[in-house]
């Protein structure tokens, strides 16, 4: 790929993260909408792949699991906002969950020179479960906007760095 189309990407994802970070509700509100349809149409597709498989054990466990996140991609289409609030536990308990196994990787890496950095970084995971889950709903109304603004972000910095490195090679 052309340098200087990596730096116009990279550009472009920079002021997008940024525009997200200002406007953090709606990134978040069209986060949730995608994640339903994507969830609908996986299901969907999931059930399908079960009839087509039917003559296999595992067919009744692929409708079902199909099903399943159908029904979830329905519930998140129906009412986004309580769906925002939904994915927001979701990412809550995934940061705390993150930083138990941090924690549990940190118990066997004590006395190491990085050992402190997977303690801190275990306890800033879990403390940001906690903050976020204490103060829903008001945290879903931003989280998902805020996290996918910094990615936003972190790829324009890392795809500019990326064509710095092609214009040095």
């Known amino acids: 790929m052309n340098r200087y189309w990596l730096m116009i990407l990279g550009v472009l994802l920079i002021l997008g993260g940024v525009l997200t970070l200002i406007h953090p509700f709606p990134a978040s509100l069209t986060i949730e909408i995608f994640a339903g349809w994507a969830f609908l149409v996986l299901g969907i597709l999931q059930i399908v ?9 595992s067919a009744l466990w692929l409708g079902l ?6 029904l979830i991609g329905v519930e998140l289409l129906r009412d986004p906002l309580a769906g925002l ?16 196994i941090k924690l549990a990787l940190w118990n066997g890496l004590r006395g190491t020179p990085f050992g402190w ?12 479960g906690i903050m976020v889950l204490t103060n829903i709903p008001m945290s879903a109304a931003v989280l998902l906007g805020t996290l996918l603004g910094i990615e936003m972000i972190s790829s324009g910095v890392t795809t500019l ?6 214009r040095q090679a």
């Open 65 to 70: 699991i199909g099903a399943l996140m159908a």
């Open 85 to 100: 609030v939904a994915l927001t536990a979701v990412v809550a308990i995934a940061f705390i969950v993150s930083g138990l």
């Open 161 to 166: 760095l990326l064509a710095s490195a092609l």
């Open 117 to 128: 950095g997977i303690l801190l970084s275990g306890a800033v995971s879990i403390l940001l």
């Open 49 to 57: 792949a079960a009839f087509r498989h039917r003559g296999e054990g």
